[in-house]
């Protein structure tokens, strides 16, 4: 997308003047026909806002002036700054009651360009919109006559990859991470050798983190408890950053295509026991247990269920932790194996 450096004149009165019947018509305006103008303006954009906002401001006024004594054949609504997003476009045409002599009018100022596969787009609040996805739904509405005007480049060029935004941070994700575990955590956005990449609105790495405190325990891996072990929010965060910047490297032919970024490790805190479960009427039902883990060297594994650990019973991932952080050094654990009846009973010895 290339920012525009001036504004191109719209003969807005003129439009109006149309949409009237003003200017030669082969019919006449049929009774309780409406016009239904939407007005989309990125007026936040720091290149071009403000050059766009005064196009939304003079759409609008010639579209009130035209339609001065005729209000009731005119609804207008402008979207701009915050409110300039797809999000608002797909809601206001969802919602949209369209008459069968009714006119639908969108009106855009601000960046574009055209896709090779997707064709022409626009580009606002940093999303875009596919002008053929958008007159689609359009078309839909069965209107008597739709007019789609853009104001925007349409020089060739990929669309961009829409950053990820973590719509909040899961307190239940922040807790067990910062506030649940003990040790270590020493990470890089990058392995050794590599290079950290970040685009002009921020860092894939960071990117990846924040997106990743926004998710619950469960859509981490973790466990139904609200539990979180740092490996699985590392490894979620490495996949998303490896897939950040292999989008970035699509779009940008100037990044040599053997590079790569894949965060690394080089400590994360050890699992206490290393397995996890789901509550059960007489003990946890084992559904993962982490390589090297104490658990999986006392051959725990999926399917078992653990009974009690230390001599107390525990039945929820709650009542297994409450059990972990009163043993020692080493805890009995009493497990039955999955398809036995009989308990086992192993001595573990726990990570600090």
């Given at each position: 997308m290339t920012a525009r450096l001036g504004r191109s004149a719209v003969p807005s009165v003129l439009l109006a003047a149309a949409l009237l019947g003003r200017a030669a018509a082969a019919d006449p305006v049929p009774p309780g026909a409406r016009v239904h103008a939407l007005i989309l303006v990125d007026s936040h954009d720091p290149n071009i806002g403000k050059a766009v906002a005064v196009d939304g401001r003079d759409v609008r006024n010639a579209l009130k002036d035209g339609f001065k004594g005729r209000e009731k054949l005119l609804s207008l609504t402008v979207l701009d700054g915050d409110g300039a997003t797809p999000?608002?476009?797909?809601r206001y045409y969802r919602d949209l009651k369209v008459g069968p002599d009714d006119t639908i009018l969108f009106y855009y100022s601000g960046?574009?360009?055209?896709?090779?596969?997707?064709?022409?787009?626009?580009?606002?609040?940093?999303?875009?919109?596919?002008?053929s996805d958008l007159l689609g739904?359009?078309?839909?509405?069965?209107?008597?006559?739709?007019?789609?005007?853009?104001?925007?480049c349409a020089n060739f060029c990929e669309i961009p990859q829409e950053r990820p935004r973590a719509v909040g941070i899961e307190w239940d994700t922040l807790k067990s991470l910062l506030l649940r575990h003990r040790g270590i955590v020493d990470v890089n956005a990058s392995s050794i050798g590599e290079v950290a990449w970040c685009d002009r609105e921020g860092s894939l790495f960071t990117r990846a983190v924040l997106v990743g405190l926004g998710k619950t325990p469960?859509?981490?891996?973790?466990?139904?408890?609200?539990?979180?072990?740092?490996?699985?929010?590392?490894?979620?965060?490495?996949?998303?950053t490896v897939r950040y910047f292999d989008a970035m490297k699509a779009s940008d032919r100037t990044i040599p295509r053997d590079t790569t970024q894949v965060p690394q490790a080089f400590l994360l805190p050890p699992h206490r026991f290393g397995a996890v479960g789901t509550a059960g009427t007489d003990g946890l039902r084992v559904d993962r247990v982490y390589t090297g883990s104490p658990a999986e060297v006392a051959r725990v594994r999926p399917g078992d269920v653990i009974l009690k650990v230390g001599g107390v019973a525990v039945r929820t991932p709650e009542e297994l932790e409450q059990a972990l952080a009163k043993a020692g050094q080493t805890a009995a654990v009493e497990v039955r194996p999955k398809g036995q009846s009989a308990p086992k009973t192993y001595t573990v010895a726990l990570n600090e």
């Open positions: 999000d608002a476009v797909t960046h574009g360009g055209t896709d090779r596969l997707k064709g022409h787009f626009l580009w606002t609040q940093r999303r875009s919109i596919v002008r739904e359009i078309r839909a509405k069965k209107a008597r006559l739709t007019v789609f005007m853009t104001d925007c469960a859509d981490l891996g973790g466990e139904s408890g609200g539990f979180v072990h740092w490996e699985d929010f590392f490894r979620y965060t490495r996949v998303e």
